[in-house]
């Protein structure tokens, strides 16, 4: 963080614009954050190639074969419907990836586009982007999933709109923020002394500075997107039968618990996976941006 | 969480120490499967000392009920709960012999010609109010039940009441339109409720049973305490009896085991396996034959009007498996909605429609449809009903395996009801049903099968009349026959997808005892005792 306001940079980690090189993120992951690159290689691996490499169909019922342990051919064991663990596993993983898409395509969209419009223009708009964003997040996001689902019917993208909206806010704070820092910078009044209009100062001076503090959200984002589909789906609000889900394998296996323990802690484990790599990814890219990663 | 090797004495510490009981801890934290496989090895005395002592007794069930009305419910949920308690029949079946017995009447004579019912009341029974219980009671009773403009849905019991006359004060004079042999066991499921309690019955209902109604707090629990005027002067035994509404199977299982709840109304066959694990719970079950499941079916909308469509899907269903897996062999699989021990059932029949997708494929064939114009439809379940759930998405996946198009939606009981009887707008659900009393005349007058007002919404030409017919034939090779053929009728059309008769199962604790299953649902709890163990 070399050049300018050294200040700004305290105030909003990552902020900053136009920073020297840094190491290769991926090097930088091997190097600090090997956990978290694992478990997102694997849950990505899964996302991208799960309905591929998926031993069985993931809806097809086999009442013979209910509610077994692991074996050859069930690797994880099947559900009480006779259906396979690992291909609904895998299942499960490609609707979490999709959660983890929607929440932040209308979250970072959304969101970023008024942050930037609020923090860049300032003004009237700021106020009202401000307070407007303010109320959002005074909704609980569970309680505006479940109006979104009375309203318009459970599905993944009726519940997962309601996540998305919740995430706007965060978008739209971060975004702003940084925009507040860089519309005065000395880079930025050249472009502006060039004659360049405010939108496209916004767009090319501004913009690409954001783009690390909000990578780092999106991941936070997501993985909180994740959790939610399966807190949903679990009540019943998210993807419907017999597509699967986390939420609904875990509520599934919850009432087998002493019959077929391993259900339970199969699943448990996968959906702990998912949402902790998550997690831990996103902490380090906030390391990475954060300059630790130079 | 020391293992001390008996899985019914360990970890208690969580629940009590905290304030909250378990159930109530997995439901908030059901999500937390992990957490739960980890910490629920559970069971033991500390919070049952606690809840017997004051002789009340707490009861797990699933959903919650919809009116305190009890001629407007047909829930079993509140079948086995207010109409089981504050309020009574003129007679109670006896499960054992599946007889009528005495009840607000005490005594009745059939005419010879078997078209007049005269019922001696009994004498000294009180309203929770205070306020003597007399024939005017009955006679109104019995006349809103029948009233069209009430709506209730025991109407279709009644249909072949056509006057109620109070000849005094303890005699009460049915007259039916033909002869009825089931007419006791339609009357015993007729609650008599109280007319100047009407206006308020909704919020505080008034009956003549041994408990009172104390409160009712929707979606968390229903409360009824001792009527210490109850004509049985010995009873009730207990002092209050609670009904916690526990959504959640597994939560309520929890209960059981931490003590918080000493009863579990209605439980399935995974319930009753993981129970015979626990120490010190008991098995109470019925008749293997109490209810059936069964899938109802929108008979005037297409295409399900059309029968080859029913029929097709009779055979999507695999009932032996079905009855295997998610019922642990507790449950028989039938098609048949008369059980095999009533004398009118159809011999050999429960066996038709066997699981046969290559016919599923050819009658949908004939009805138009194939995988390229696929069928749409939309099966219904009931939330908390997890064996419901399981037909549902058996049924589905065999039929979208055939590459149609069917979707399951899990609706909330209330919201269920709406789309089912109040205002119908489904394509399928799925059910359960009471097979009602030893007796064919009660099933085909049930809300099932009743001509006029049935879920199916079925009415073909003939059917009220072999109906008719059937029920007041007094000859009983003769009426055995017109049952017989009233079967046939409906294992051809299809308009309900019978899927087997399951037993009730009840888990109980062990201090719990005295409880009368009954077997349309009315439980008699007068006697039941706690064990302050």
Do not use: C
């Amino acid at each position: 963080m070399s050049e300018n306001a050294p200040a700004a940079d305290a105030a909003m980690p990552g902020s900053v614009a136009r920073q020297p090189r840094r190491a290769s993120l991926l090097r930088f992951l091997m190097r600090r954050h090997p956990l978290a690159l694992g478990l997102v290689t694997l849950f990505l691996i899964a996302a991208i190639f799960g309905p591929w490499i998926a031993p069985h169909s993931m809806t097809d019922t086999d009442l013979g074969a209910a509610l077994q342990g692991s074996s050859a051919e069930h690797l994880l064991g099947t559900d009480p419907l006779g259906r396979d663990v690992l291909s609904r596993l895998l299942g499960s993983t490609v609707v979490a990836a999709e959660a983890f898409l929607i929440v932040v395509l209308i979250g970072g969209i959304f969101g970023t586009l008024l942050g930037l419009l609020a923090g860049g223009l300032g003004g009237i708009l700021d106020l009202v982007v401000s307070r407007v964003t303010e109320v959002v997040q005074g909704f609980p996001t569970v309680l505006v999933a479940i109006v979104i689902v009375a309203l318009l019917g459970p599905s993944l993208v009726n519940a997962m709109v309601a996540v998305g909206i919740a995430a706007i806010p965060d978008f739209a704070r971060v975004s702003r923020g940084v925009a507040i820092q860089l519309r005065d910078r000395e880079f930025v009044q050249a472009a502006r002394g060039l004659g360049a209009s405010e939108l496209r100062i916004l767009r090319t001076e501004i913009l690409p500075g954001m783009i690390g503090p909000l990578v780092v959200v999106a991941s936070f984002d997501g993985a909180q997107a994740v959790m939610w589909e399966a807190a949903l789906s679990f009540l019943g609000l998210g993807i419907q039968p017999p597509a699967p889900s986390f939420g609904s394998m875990l509520r599934e296996a919850q009432q087998y618990l002493s019959i077929q323990p391993q259900l339970a802690i199969v699943t448990g484990v996968a959906v702990t996976a998912v949402i902790l790599g998550l997690n831990l990814f996103g902490d380090a890219i906030s390391d990475y941006f954060d300059g630790d990663g130079r | 969480m020391q293992d001390t090797g008996n899985p019914s004495k360990t970890t208690r510490a969580a629940g009590a120490a905290t304030g909250i009981n378990r159930a109530e801890f997995l439901r908030l934290f059901g999500g937390l499967t992990l957490f739960a496989a980890t910490t629920t090895v559970a069971g033991g005395r500390f919070a049952a000392a606690l809840a017997a002592g004051a002789g009340t007794l707490t009861v797990g069930i699933s959903s919650d009920i919809k009116t305190l009305d009890p001629q407007m419910s047909t829930l079993d949920v509140f079948r086995h709960t207010i109409r089981s308690t504050v309020f009574e029949s003129l007679v109670f079946i006896d499960p054992d012999t599946l007889q009528a017995d005495p009840m607000l009447a005490e005594a009745w004579t059939l005419s010879d010609d078997g078209l007049e019912l005269t019922f001696t009341l009994r004498e000294g029974v009180t309203w929770h109010d205070g306020s003597p219980f007399t024939a005017g009671d009955v006679v109104f009773s019995i006349k809103r039940a029948k009233d069209p403009e009430v709506g209730s849905p025991f109407s279709a019991q009644l249909e072949p009441v056509t006057d109620v006359v109070a000849v005094d004060d303890r005699t009460v004079k049915v007259t039916l339109a033909a002869t009825t042999p089931g007419i006791l066991s339609n009357l015993a499921v007729v609650a008599i409720v109280k007319e100047s309690n009407i206006a308020d019955i909704g919020t505080a209902p008034i009956g003549t049973g041994p408990f009172t109604f104390v409160n009712w707090t929707p979606g968390d629990h229903i409360r009824v305490e001792r009527y210490d005027s109850y004509y049985r002067a010995e009873q009730p035994e207990l002092a209050a009896i609670e009904w916690r509404i526990v959504p959640d199977s597994q939560a309520r299982l929890a209960g059981l085991q931490d003590g918080s709840l000493q009863l579990l109304a209605l439980v399935e066959a995974k319930d009753v396996k993981q129970a015979e694990t626990f120490a010190d719970v008991q098995v109470l079950t019925t008749k293997p034959y109490i209810l059936y499941e069964n899938f109802n079916i929108n008979t005037k909308r297409a295409p399900f009007d059309d029968k080859r469509v029913r029929q097709a899907l009779a055979h999507a269903f695999d009932r032996e498996a079905y009855t295997k897996a998610v019922w642990f062999g507790l449950a028989r699989p039938t098609i048949n909605p008369v059980p095999e021990e009533m004398e009118t059932y159809l011999p050999d029949s429960s066996s038709r429609y066997p699981f046969d997708l290559a016919k599923t494929e050819a009658l949908l064939a004939e009805a138009g449809f194939s995988k390229d114009k696929p069928l749409k439809m939309e099966i219904l379940t009931i939330a908390g009903f997890d064996s419901l759930k399981s037909m549902a998405l058996l049924l589905q996946d065999n039929l979208n395996r055939l590459g149609h198009d069917v979707t399951v939606r899990d609706l909330d009981v209330t919201v269920w009801i709406d789309r089912i009887v109040t205002n119908p707008d489904f394509d399928i659900t799925t059910d359960n049903f009471n097979t009602g009393p030893e007796d064919a005349a009660s099933m085909f007058n049930s809300p099932n099968f009743a001509p006029t007002s049935n879920v199916n919404q079925w009415n073909p030409p003939g059917y009220a009349e072999l109906l008719a017919k059937a029920v007041s034939e007094n000859d009983k090779e003769k009426r055995i026959a017109l049952y017989r053929e009233l079967q046939e009728l409906v294992l051809d059309e299809m308009p309900q997808i019978t899927v087997d008769h399951l037993p009730l199962f009840f888990l109980a604790t062990g201090g719990v005892e005295g409880l009368v299953i009954g077997p349309s649902g009315i439980d008699d709890y007068g006697q039941v005792t706690v064990e302050g163990s």
